[in-house]
């Protein structure tokens, strides 16, 4: 079965700062990935998705993750982190489009000025 | 184009009661899928339908049950509702055929007491 651990419930950034969130998955075979976003009281925004094409995927906002398959990782980054970042980060992975989406528990991310 | 639309936004229930959720698919989205988002945790998956038919359904009872018109419109209904039903649910659609991926909507907040 499908898994995501996201290392990490909470992660706090100064503005300006780095920002890197943690996404491992459990999969036999190379999954579909995803990382989405809430904000309160909101439901989920695409932030980027991985389909095979690429291994560094941009999304929108400044954010880009990286798979690495021998790793079985799917980082989000972003080099300079903005109040407006403050959130609920998700990390999903599916076997294939139209399949069910298998979410990890989230990462909240502060962002101090 | 419009997103995906949920109605209500917000319910109060009553323990052993019924629910029903409806949710409109972005235009041009066959697929919907349905999630539970428990308080702070991740959403699970409850189940997805394609062309008015179940098409995959996680680890939730027959309690929980669907519809969708050929509209691809979908509604989610809760029967003897429970305590632990309260959460957020939300509502995914795509477009099978393609690699888009899920769009989400807002959710319903449902509040048992």
């Known amino acids: 079965a499908q898994s995501v651990t996201q290392l990490g419930s909470h992660v706090s950034v100064s503005e300006g700062a780095l920002v890197l969130l943690r996404c491992n998955y459990s999969?036999?075979?190379?999954?579909?990935l995803f990382w989405y976003v809430q904000y309160p009281n909101q439901g989920l925004q695409l932030l980027l998705k991985?389909?095979?094409?690429?291994?560094l995927v941009k999304g929108i906002n400044g954010f880009e993750a990286e798979f690495k398959k021998s790793e079985t990782s799917f980082h989000l980054t972003k080099p300079s982190a903005h109040m407006s970042d403050a959130a609920e980060y998700f990390c999903?992975?599916?076997?294939?489009?139209?399949?069910?989406?298998?979410f990890g528990a989230g990462t909240i991310l502060r962002v101090k000025s | 184009e419009t997103g995906v639309t949920q109605s209500p936004t917000h319910l109060i229930k009553t323990r052993g009661q019924q629910v029903t959720l409806r949710c409109s698919s972005q235009?041009?989205?066959?697929?919907v899928s349905w999630y539970q988002q428990a308080l702070g945790q991740g959403p699970q998956f409850i189940f997805q339908?394609?062309?008015?038919?179940?098409?995959g359904r996680g680890n939730f009872p027959p309690r929980f049950s669907g519809l969708q018109f050929p509209n691809y419109s979908s509604e989610l209904n809760v029967n003897a509702l429970e305590l632990d039903d309260s959460a957020l649910y939300l509502c995914?659609?795509?477009?099978?055929?393609?690699?888009?991926?899920?769009?989400f909507g807002s959710g319903t907040r449902l509040t048992v007491v």
């Open positions: 995914a659609s795509s477009p099978r055929e393609t690699s888009y991926g899920y769009t």
């Open positions: 991985y389909t095979s094409a690429a291994t």
């Open positions: 999903a992975v599916s076997m294939e489009y139209g399949n069910k989406l298998v």
């Open positions: 999969s036999s075979v190379p999954p579909y």
């Open positions: 235009s041009g989205h066959n697929t």
């Open positions: 339908y394609y062309r008015e038919e179940e098409n």
